[in-house]
């Protein structure tokens, strides 16, 4: 979730979280799975993403293109299968726009059983979604399929708000990963969970997965809990 490892984090001083960002619990939502929302409201994550800016990279080709391309060379071309792996060229189409299907998100603690949060097909999950202790070390797990080409630059960033304050924004670089039939998996760094009665209590957050090209494959609006102990 991205929390400081100083006790009592999320007790930040008001005057440096202050934020007219809204909760995701206020804001619109997508309908689909893997929509993002459009919202007017400009976070400090969102004002990072229209900073970004775009380069003109040239035009796209297919798979299949870029192999035909340079059939001839042999060193290029060993070069792509090797960057490809074990593509099935069959199975991935004409299609121009790469594919992320986000399958399967864990929590991982020493000492725990695993957490596993499947993807609800709405894509935010209703209620409380999971529960940490205070206190306790944690890692995040990502399962996830890429079809049709290749995507570039594919990165997760999550937002945490408390009590309508926002008291964490991580942004972490997962890679660049080309189609194929079998699932990706990423583990995020260990961190560990602020302790103290100001740290417990609901927390609100959007986590969101996107490639060089702020395309948005999965955003989820959901809360969660830090208590004293686990819940079993």
């Known amino acids: ?19 007219t960002a809204k909760t995701p619990a206020d804001e619109e939502r997508g309908d689909e799975h893997g929509g993002c929302e459009n919202s007017v ?62 399958l399967e998100l864990a929590i991982k603690s ?3 059983p695993d957490i596993v949060l499947p993807i609800p ?9 999971f529960t ?13 399929k890429v079809s049709n080409n290749i995507v570039s630059g594919l990165r997760c960033t999550n937002v945490v708000w408390k009590t309508g ?26 961190e560990t969970t602020p302790s103290g009665i100001f740290a417990r209590g609901t927390y609100s957050a959007k986590t969101k997965f996107l490639d060089d090209d702020n395309k948005c494959y999965l955003e989820i609006n959901y809360s969660f809990d830090i208590r004293k102990d686990w819940q079993s």
Do not use: C
Request: proline share 5%.
């Open 1 to 19: 979730m991205g929390f400081d490892n100083n006790e009592g984090a999320a007790n930040t001083d008001v005057s440096e979280t202050k934020s």
């Open 132 to 144: 940490l202790k205070e206190g306790s070390r944690y890692s995040m797990n990502f399962t996830f």
């Open 121 to 129: 097909e709405s894509g935010n999950p209703k209620g409380l979604w």
């Open 41 to 102: 409201d400009a976070t400090e994550e969102e004002e990072e993403e229209d900073e970004v800016r775009k380069i003109e990279l040239g035009p796209q080709f297919t798979l299949k293109e870029q192999l035909e391309k340079d059939k001839d060379d042999e060193s290029l071309r060993r070069w792509k299968e090797q960057l490809l792996g074990s593509v099935d060229l069959n199975s991935v189409g004409e299609t121009l726009e790469p594919d992320v299907k986000i």
């Open 110 to 112: 020493p000492g725990r």
């Open 165 to 190: 304050l926002k008291v964490d924004s991580t942004k972490e670089m997962l890679g660049t990963f080309s189609p194929q039939q079998e699932t990706y998996t990423h583990e995020m760094p260990e």
